[in-house]
């Protein structure tokens, strides 16, 4: 069995390339694109209540992708990585730091003054999240692309004077 500590790129590894990104992508758009809005349209969902549901949820997510980025750092810093792509996992990684440790903070604290009834929710601090989950989409987008080039190219016609 090949040692998954030692800097040999492996199928283990070039597969991490292609099947973490893709479920990193899959996990925000199910939260952040899909769940999040939904969730204040349900019957009964009161503002706490979503609120509660939403740092649960997000907590979770966060934690998530911070596993997901642990084990994409790792792939990448095998042999025969392109540059492309590892700067572009290095940026992505980068964003999930500001994301964790910068704007959810700051939105937990939000948080904390509408359960608290001292602010009525009216702010434009979580379109930094969104931003930055935009950003994300984009870069993993680029990332599984990229990645995907290096698996899959298309071999040039070649000319067969029998065919």
Not at 37 to 47: M, N, Q, S, V
Request: net charge positive; charged share 15%.
């Amino acid at each position: 069995m090949a040692n998954v500590f030692s800097s040999q790129d492996t199928r283990l590894s070039a597969g991490a390339r292609v099947i973490l990104p893709a479920i990193w992508l899959g996990l925000i758009i199910g939260i952040s694109l899909i769940e999040a809005p939904l969730k204040f349209t349900a019957p009964g969902i009161t503002i706490p209540l979503g609120l509660g549901i939403g740092r649960l949820v997000f907590t979770a997510m966060n934690w998530v992708e911070i596993g997901i980025a642990v084990i994409l750092l790792w792939s990448v810093l095998k042999d025969h990585v392109g540059r492309l792509y590892r700067w572009l996992a290095c940026g992505m990684i980068a964003v999930l730091i500001i994301k964790v440790t910068v704007i959810r903070p700051l939105l937990n604290n939000r948080t904390d003054a509408v359960l608290a009834g001292v602010d009525d929710g009216g702010s434009s601090l979580h379109l930094f999240y969104i931003a930055a989950d935009g950003i994300l989409i984009l870069g993993l987008v680029t990332m599984l692309i990229v990645a995907a080039r290096r698996w899959v190219w298309v071999r040039p016609a070649v000319d067969n004077p029998h065919s």
